[in-house]
């Protein structure tokens, strides 16, 4: 009279519903379980108790159609029948907690009798929890209800972990664009920087830099202005990286040959300062540049120069004392309306002079002092009969020495020029 | 044991939330089934084939239990267990049991499936 269903067919969800599973959010999709028994009467029984309790019901008639079903349909809960040909139960259970796909499934083992060493086997072998066939309706009710909101947990956080790779691949890549944009932008930095050598007849030029980030506020230059001079300068901008950088680049700009001729009229390291001065105000935030802008003419080997805020710059004279070209000055941008002098300062063959950034002489030791011009201007001294490549990059060395590693806190920009023998002057070389 | 009802109808009813039609489809199954199962359990018994008896008596003992057959479900269950245990000398006896409670129970389940369902 009753059509029998088979195994691994679908069953519909029975239309009434007569206890409260699902009562709640209207939209809540019914769950699904998968029911694995080769006893037909049993299963039969237990399928149409649980359609009764308004489950969607998917049937299977041995563990390895059950596995399948598992696999092929991902039900909220399997209930297994314990005692099966071929693949049994626990075997099932076993199965699917070796599978990383299936592994957090929801599995109830069925069983006739619950002995307690039965319950703890079933438990060691990967079930979630037991069924007696003899369970009453409220005993079913509950231990479905309980097991199915385990699962719809564990759903829960499988999505949330999924969400989170997404977001985690997401961020990644988009990091990885960033970097390469700011290794962008520090490529382009640093291909502003003079290339070592000779930017001028008789003078020879290296330098060190090492900014702090990738991006460093830190820029120095060393150009011919016109025939007989060479035009020099180094400059900080306050902060650190993309911003800072900014900032460096447009004054960078400003400082440039062409520009200076324009906007200032003049190559005085006095005037040019004191129209920077003018053009480049404390930002909103407070942030400002420090310059030191020099002027070498060679024929005579006067250096004039003038500095705002920047005490960058040591004269290191091969018959007197060294000295430091730098004047107590307001950085650019404090007050529009200050006038920078230009200094002067004589070069005699040999003499070498440093244009630096105070993140070298600032760095400290890891006791926290400071490492100090001083030193600095020892460790440049003592380098004296050395090349000048030589005598930069080891007073670098020693700086990172005392400060016990290779990330300086701030940017580091050291550069040193020296004026050749009146042998190997302009017209020779050239 | 045969002074035991045959079954809790009321208890079954409640187990199947009072769907006569899954009771009958289930009782008609069982009719069907139960005089192929009772001949394999006799040639099993016969043979001493233990692994096929224990099988038996445990699908008949499930199938049993649906109808809330207390006797019936005894018997099956001391019969899976005597063959699991190999304890061959009480088989006979058990066999007969599991037999008469069987006839009991087919008995009361054709009544219900031809005469339906006690008022």
Not at chain 1, 111 to 128: K, Y
Not at chain 2, 6 to 25: H, I, K, N, S
Not at chain 2, 49 to 78: D, I, W
Request: hydrophobic share 45%; charged share 25%.
């Amino acid at each position: 009279m009753n059509p029998v269903s088979g195994a691994a067919d679908v069953s519909e969800p029975a239309p009434r519903i007569v206890d409260k599973p699902l009562t709640g959010k209207a939209a809540e999709p019914v769950p699904v379980i998968l029911l694995v028994d080769d006893d037909e009467i049993t299963r039969i029984s237990m399928a149409g108790r649980l359609k009764r309790l308004g489950y969607r019901v998917i049937e299977a008639g041995d563990g390895v159609a059950g596995l399948a079903a598992i696999r092929a349909q991902r039900p909220d809960l399997v209930i297994l029948d314990w005692m099966m040909p071929g693949l049994d139960g626990p075997s099932v259970c076993e199965a699917v907690r070796a599978d990383r796909e299936l592994r957090s499934s929801q599995v109830v083992l069925m069983t006739a009798h619950d002995q307690p060493e039965q319950i703890a086997e079933g438990l060691s072998r990967g079930a979630d929890d037991f069924l007696s066939k003899a369970a009453s309706k409220q005993e079913v009710l509950a231990r479905v209800q309980a097991s199915l909101r385990s699962s719809a947990l564990v759903r829960e956080i499988e999505r949330t972990r999924d969400d989170l790779d997404r977001s985690h691949r997401l961020l990644s890549a988009k990091q990885a664009e960033l970097e390469s944009e700011l290794q962008s932008a520090a490529d382009f930095m640093r291909a502003q920087l003079p290339l070592p050598g000779m930017p001028a007849p008789g003078v020879s030029m290296q330098w060190a830099y090492q900014p702090s980030l990738a991006l460093g506020g830190d820029l120095f230059q060393v150009s011919a202005w016109g025939s007989e001079t060479l035009g020099l300068y180094i400059l900080d901008a306050s902060g650190h990286g993309v911003a800072a950088a900014l900032r460096a680049v447009a004054l960078m700009s400003f400082l440039r040959e062409d520009n200076l001729a324009k906007a200032v009229g003049s190559f005085d390291p006095g005037a040019i300062v004191t129209e920077a001065n003018r053009r480049f105000p404390l930002t909103q935030d407070g942030e400002y540049f420090t310059l030191w802008v020099g002027r070498l003419h060679l024929p005579s080997r006067t250096l004039s120069y003038a500095a705002a805020g920047h005490s960058g710059a040591l004269l290191h004279s091969l018959q007197g004392a060294s000295q430091w070209l730098s004047s107590a000055s307001l950085p650019l941008g404090f007050d529009p309306t200050i006038a920078f002098d230009s200094a002067t300062a004589q070069l005699q063959p040999r003499d070498r002079l440093y244009l630096l950034s105070d993140g070298i002489y600032e760095a400290p030791s890891p006791t926290g002092e400071l490492w100090g011009r001083d030193r600095l201007q020892a460790t440049l001294e003592r380098h004296r009969t050395h090349t000048l490549a030589h005598s930069i990059g080891d007073t670098m060395t020693t700086a990172r020495q005392w400060l016990g590693g290779d990330i300086f806190p701030d940017d580091v920009a050291l550069l040193g020029i020296e004026v050749l023998d009146s042998s190997g002057s302009a017209k020779e070389k050239s | 044991m045969e002074d035991q009802p045959v079954m809790d109808l009321a208890a079954a009813m409640e187990r199947f939330d009072g769907d006569q039609d899954l009771f009958l489809t289930l009782a008609e199954m069982f009719l069907e089934r139960s005089p192929e199962t009772l001949a394999v359990i006799q040639t099993a018994l016969a043979d001493k084939n233990l692994p096929v008896l224990a099988k038996e008596a445990h699908k008949l003992k499930g199938s049993a239990m649906e109808f809330c057959a207390r006797p019936a479900v005894a018997a099956a269950a001391q019969l899976e267990e005597s063959a699991r245990q190999s304890a061959v000398s009480e088989m006979a006896a058990i066999g007969e049991q599991v037999h008469a409670e069987v006839q009991r129970l087919t008995a009361a389940l054709r009544m219900i499936v031809e005469k339906g369902f006690p008022a």
